[in-house]
């Protein structure tokens, strides 16, 4: 029996927005398939991974705790997106965030105030911003490809990272340990009552919503969309492409710094060389799989957040490797990029009327 590709007469809304659940059904039963070829405990790990993370309740903090950078990378990187502007570094605009917080908390450290931790969310803003505006000014007055440029940058501030943490910001009294100093009280995002939910949390899905609200009420979003959608048409319509570069990779960096401010200024307390966690890859999955629509990226931010806690609890009850966490979520992305041509194709058995048509 064989099965061929029918092109639907117009795009199926209905598959638009199945096709990540089919991707995240697949990606279990691939994953169970795969662990238990491997010796593991296969339905086990999918069970740990994605069941038991979500029907914890006291494992929904850490869910929240995870959820909130991603969800704050991949609503910036979906504005560009959905201008096809590919910016694939936001982990280099998230590390460099981070940084621009730590020194402001490093520079202030003998200092208490209301005031240090703002001034520190907007130096990560601000640290992001300028590291995203490389690959903008190389794209529009140079035309060079954002993906290449913004993903090697990833590596200059990694590095920029490892230069600071082993010399210029080592802790004096840290037994010689490549860290920065513990961040003060005045330092540290408060937590939500009794919980270890920090304030950066709620902050996170406050902005996504906001970007909504942005992207579809107001002329800058409908700018993005039709930029991106009809480059000609945005062009006579008045919409200045280059324009819409900048705004969209400026927006990701920012949103980017402050995940890395939030994750140093909460989590972390103190800048260290194990800061770059992967989250600004992550977000692009979070980012496709809620179709770039920021409502969509909170349940996206939350899912794969569900795949981080599951995958540090398989690793202790069946002995998961660590890299189980980074299969499950690479391919999550592949069916989900496989599933896609679903919404513009339907599948048929090849050699039946059109009345057969799956």
Same mark, same amino acid.
């Given at each position: 029996?064989?099965?061929?590709?029918?092109?639907?007469?117009?795009?199926?809304?209905?598959?638009?927005?199945?096709?990540?659940?089919?991707?995240?059904?697949?990606?279990?039963?691939?994953?169970?398939?795969?662990?238990?070829?491997?010796?593991?405990?296969?339905?086990?790990?999918?069970?740990?991974?994605?069941?038991?993370? %979500?029907?914890?309740?006291?494992?929904?903090?850490?869910?929240?705790?995870?959820? %909130?950078?991603?969800?704050?990378?991949?609503? &910036?990187?979906?504005?560009?997106?959905?201008?096809?502007?590919?910016?694939?570094?936001?982990?280099?605009?998230?590390?460099?965030?981070?940084?621009?917080?730590?020194?402001?908390?490093?520079?202030?450290?003998?200092?208490?105030?209301?005031?240090? @931790?703002?001034?520190?969310?907007?130096? &990560?803003?601000?640290?992001?911003?300028?590291?995203?505006? /490389?690959?903008?000014?190389?794209?529009?007055?140079?035309?060079?490809?954002?993906? =290449?440029?913004?993903?090697?940058?990833?590596?200059?501030?990694?590095?920029?990272?490892?230069? @600071?943490?082993?010399?210029?910001?080592?802790?004096?009294?840290?037994?010689?340990?490549?860290?920065?100093?513990?961040?003060?009280?005045?330092?540290?995002?408060?937590?939500?009552?009794?919980?270890?939910?920090?304030?950066?949390?709620?902050? #996170?899905?406050?902005?996504?919503?906001?970007?909504?609200? /942005?992207?579809?009420?107001?002329?800058?979003?409908?700018?993005?969309?039709?930029?991106?959608?009809?480059?000609? %048409?945005?062009?006579?319509?008045?919409?200045?492409?280059?324009?819409?570069?900048?705004?969209?990779?400026? %927006?990701?960096?920012?949103?980017?710094?402050?995940?890395?401010?939030?994750?140093?200024?909460?989590?972390?307390?103190?800048?260290?060389?194990?800061?770059?966690?992967?989250?600004?890859?992550?977000?692009?999955?979070?980012?496709?799989? &809620?179709?770039?629509?920021?409502?969509?990226?909170?349940? #996206?931010?939350?899912?794969?957040?569900?795949?981080?806690? $599951? $995958?540090?609890?398989?690793?202790?009850?069946?002995?998961?490797?660590?890299?189980?966490?980074?299969?499950?979520?690479?391919?999550?992305?592949?069916?989900? @990029?496989?599933?896609?041509?679903?919404?513009?194709?339907?599948?048929?058995?090849?050699? =039946?009327?059109?009345?057969?048509?799956?």
């Amino acid at each position: 029996m064989l099965l061929e590709l029918e092109k639907r007469k117009q795009p199926s809304r209905a598959m638009l927005y199945l096709t990540p659940v089919i991707a995240v059904l697949l990606t279990m039963v691939t994953g169970a398939v795969i662990f238990s070829l491997l010796g593991y405990d296969g339905f086990g790990a999918v069970w740990h991974i994605f069941v038991t993370p %979500a029907a914890d309740i006291d494992k929904w903090q850490d869910l929240g705790i995870k959820a %909130a950078p991603l969800i704050l990378i991949a609503t &910036g990187l979906s504005i560009g997106f959905r201008a096809n502007v590919w910016n694939i570094g936001a982990e280099g605009q998230y590390v460099m965030g981070a940084l621009a917080g730590t020194g402001v908390a490093l520079a202030t450290w003998h200092m208490e105030g209301v005031w240090i @931790l703002p001034l520190m969310c907007l130096a &990560g803003i601000l640290g992001g911003m300028a590291y995203a505006a /490389i690959p903008a000014f190389l794209k529009t007055k140079l035309n060079v490809n954002e993906i =290449l440029s913004s993903l090697m940058l990833t590596y200059v501030a990694i590095q920029t990272l490892y230069y @600071l943490m082993r010399g210029p910001w080592k802790d004096p009294d840290g037994f010689n340990f490549p860290q920065t100093r513990l961040f003060n009280d005045s330092q540290i995002l408060p937590e939500i009552g009794d919980t270890f939910v920090h304030m950066g949390v709620p902050i #996170a899905f406050l902005i996504a919503i906001l970007a909504w609200y /942005i992207l579809s009420k107001t002329v800058f979003g409908f700018g993005v969309r039709v930029v991106g959608a009809a480059p000609n %048409a945005a062009r006579y319509g008045g919409f200045n492409k280059n324009r819409t570069i900048w705004m969209s990779l400026l %927006a990701a960096g920012g949103l980017a710094g402050l995940a890395g401010t939030f994750e140093a200024a909460g989590p972390f307390g103190q800048m260290v060389p194990q800061f770059p966690t992967g989250y600004g890859f992550t977000a692009i999955i979070v980012a496709f799989l &809620g179709r770039l629509h920021p409502v969509g990226i909170i349940l #996206a931010g939350i899912i794969l957040a569900i795949s981080y806690v $599951g $995958g540090e609890i398989a690793q202790t009850t069946i002995g998961l490797p660590n890299a189980a966490t980074g299969l499950f979520q690479a391919m999550m992305l592949f069916f989900l @990029l496989a599933t896609d041509i679903l919404v513009n194709y339907r599948l048929k058995i090849a050699g =039946l009327a059109r009345g057969g048509a799956a």
